[in-house]
């Protein structure tokens, strides 16, 4: 029996329809599966969590990141770092951005997912710890708040809101003075924007940090440093085209399985929640996550 967590309300509240073609992929196999549809903020952390407590051996989340981001956090809830390899997780992409599958090499068609997931394949990869906060994604401090209550207001979130609301928040010209130790190193410097993920994709597809993997054991820094304006506009366009970067892009990059930021904001993003007083620190949590993934060919 698969148990399904379906976001109606993912992808401009499309994620719906697009489920519907999936549960045929499903009848047509003759897979047994249930749904349980989100009403609220957070419930897939109930939901998940229950579906842990009953005993259920999968659990299937239909719909973005951030949904994704809320079933984990319910499983680990209940089972914990050491057992949440018990139960596995299968994601059907249907959300706006999907960076977590685009980092993880999992199909981007909802569909595909759905015949990934019912193959029956599994593999380990790692969440993170960030301020007692679950990450599967990515985490932010600097402009990305602003950027993303600017994309939370719009009516209609399209793939590259992300990227026109960053490009605003770049022009009005606010910086923060960062502070980021590991390894113990100690570095500070004025940037934008400070970000620890757990993958290379972000903000729907951006190759963000082309060196993470979701499975390695380490988390990934990536910073944009102070630059006049136009040069930040064009750093943040070779980042959105996956274009390469050089030296005068003044990206830093570094891994490590524990980051402490400090950025003169208390506001952080964890997989597009916005989150105020929380401590950024980011550590991983090796291979604890078991998902469904593409077999060996």
Same mark, same amino acid.
């Given at each position: 029996?698969?148990?399904?967590?379906?976001?109606?309300?993912?992808?401009?509240?499309?994620?719906?329809? =697009?489920?519907?073609?999936?549960?045929?992929?499903?009848?047509?196999?003759?897979?047994? @599966?249930?749904?349980?549809?989100?009403? @609220?903020?957070?419930?897939?952390?109930?939901?998940?969590?229950?579906?842990?407590?009953?005993?259920?051996?999968?659990?299937?989340?239909?719909?973005?990141?951030?949904?994704?981001?809320?079933?984990?956090?319910?499983?680990?809830?209940?089972?914990?770092?050491?057992?949440?390899?018990?139960?596995?997780?299968?994601?059907?992409?249907?959300?706006?951005?999907?960076?977590?599958?685009?980092?993880?090499?999992?199909?981007?068609?909802?569909?595909?997912?759905?015949?990934?997931?019912?193959?029956?394949?599994?593999?380990?990869?790692?969440?993170?710890?960030?301020?007692?906060?679950?990450?599967?994604?990515?985490?932010?401090?600097?402009?990305?708040?602003?950027?993303?209550?600017?994309?939370?207001?719009?009516?209609?979130?399209?793939?590259?809101? !992300?990227?026109?609301?960053?490009?605003?928040?770049?022009?009005?010209?606010?910086? @923060?003075?960062?502070?980021?130790? !590991?390894?113990?190193?100690?570095?500070?410097?004025?940037?934008?924007?400070?970000?620890?993920?757990?993958?290379?994709?972000? &903000?729907?597809?951006?190759?963000?940090?082309?060196?993470?993997?979701?499975?390695?054991?380490?988390?990934?820094?990536?910073?944009?440093? =102070?630059?006049?304006?136009?040069?930040?506009?064009?750093?943040?366009?070779?980042?959105?085209?996956?274009?390469?970067?050089? =030296?005068?892009?003044?990206?830093? @990059?570094?891994?490590?399985?524990?980051?402490?930021?400090? &950025?003169?904001?208390?506001?952080?993003?964890?997989?597009?929640?916005? !989150?105020?007083?929380?401590?950024?620190?980011?550590?991983?949590?090796?291979?604890?996550?078991?998902?469904?993934?593409?077999?060996?060919?």
């Amino acid at each position: 029996m698969l148990n399904v967590i379906l976001n109606e309300n993912a992808a401009g509240k499309t994620a719906g329809k =697009k489920f519907e073609a999936v549960a045929k992929i499903f009848e047509s196999h003759k897979a047994e @599966y249930r749904v349980f549809r989100t009403e @609220y903020r957070r419930h897939a952390t109930e939901i998940a969590a229950k579906l842990a407590l009953s005993g259920a051996d999968n659990v299937v989340v239909a719909g973005g990141d951030g949904t994704l981001n809320e079933a984990v956090a319910g499983l680990f809830e209940v089972l914990g770092e050491q057992c949440l390899g018990e139960v596995a997780v299968g994601i059907l992409p249907l959300g706006t951005g999907n960076d977590f599958v685009r980092s993880a090499g999992l199909p981007t068609d909802a569909e595909d997912a759905a015949k990934t997931i019912l193959a029956g394949c599994t593999r380990l990869v790692d969440v993170a710890d960030v301020g007692g906060v679950k990450m599967v994604c990515f985490s932010n401090a600097g402009i990305d708040a602003d950027v993303v209550d600017m994309c939370n207001r719009e009516k209609h979130k399209k793939t590259f809101s !992300y990227a026109k609301n960053a490009i605003k928040c770049i022009l009005r010209g606010t910086t @923060y003075d960062f502070t980021v130790r !590991y390894d113990g190193k100690e570095e500070s410097f004025s940037g934008i924007i400070a970000s620890v993920v757990n993958g290379k994709s972000m &903000a729907s597809g951006m190759n963000y940090a082309p060196s993470a993997k979701v499975d390695d054991g380490l988390l990934d820094l990536v910073a944009v440093e =102070k630059a006049p304006r136009l040069k930040l506009l064009k750093t943040l366009w070779k980042l959105a085209t996956n274009r390469p970067l050089n =030296k005068s892009d003044k990206v830093r @990059y570094a891994a490590a399985k524990r980051f402490e930021i400090s &950025a003169g904001t208390t506001v952080v993003d964890i997989d597009g929640e916005l !989150y105020t007083g929380l401590d950024y620190t980011a550590e991983c949590l090796e291979k604890c996550l078991k998902i469904y993934a593409k077999g060996d060919d």
